[in-house]
């Protein structure tokens, strides 16, 4: 399970994906895309810092017991006060078209929070990677996003 994204063209269609490795499409599994939403909100300033702390250790506790694909959505679940315009469209993977607009604040804040991390001496027990070139994809899809 998880999130597929593709490029939308000038015409606004999706554009053709030739293979897993094509630079029109971007897949993350149902964790990452989790972990972006919760970094993006922690780097637009809608979560605080303890709310990042809490995260953290909740998901941790989760990782050391092999859980579910269902406990695995509930530690990712937002609440209403945290459902900006620009993550409504990540929230689940509905066959939907996404605004640049919306890419480009998913992309921007995530970059933000993925900097504090990079900064800091403390680092997480995950890696970042794939959620900079993530980043990458959202900025570089001018016309959108169709996700599901």
Do not use: Q
Not at 11 to 39: C, Q, S, W
Not at 120 to 134: A, G, H, I, N, R
């Amino acid at each position: 399970m998880g999130y597929e994204l593709v490029r939308i063209g000038e015409d606004g269609e999706p554009k053709r994906v030739h293979e897993i490795e094509d630079p029109n499409y971007f897949r993350l599994n149902t964790d990452m895309i989790g972990r972006a939403r919760i970094l993006a909100l922690w780097g637009a300033g809608v979560l605080l810092n303890t709310d990042m702390l809490n995260y953290t250790n909740v998901y941790a506790g989760l990782m050391a017991s092999n859980p579910s694909i269902e406990e695995v959505d509930a530690v990712h679940k937002l609440s209403e006060d945290a459902m900006t315009e620009w993550i409504k469209p990540f929230t689940t993977n509905n066959p939907k078209k996404v605004a640049y607009d919306d890419c480009r604040d998913f992309a921007g804040n995530l970059e933000i929070a993925l900097t504090y991390i990079r900064d800091s001496p403390v680092k997480p027990e995950y890696d970042t990677e794939l959620l900079w070139v993530f980043t990458d994809f959202l900025r570089s899809c001018k016309f959108g996003v169709w996700v599901e």
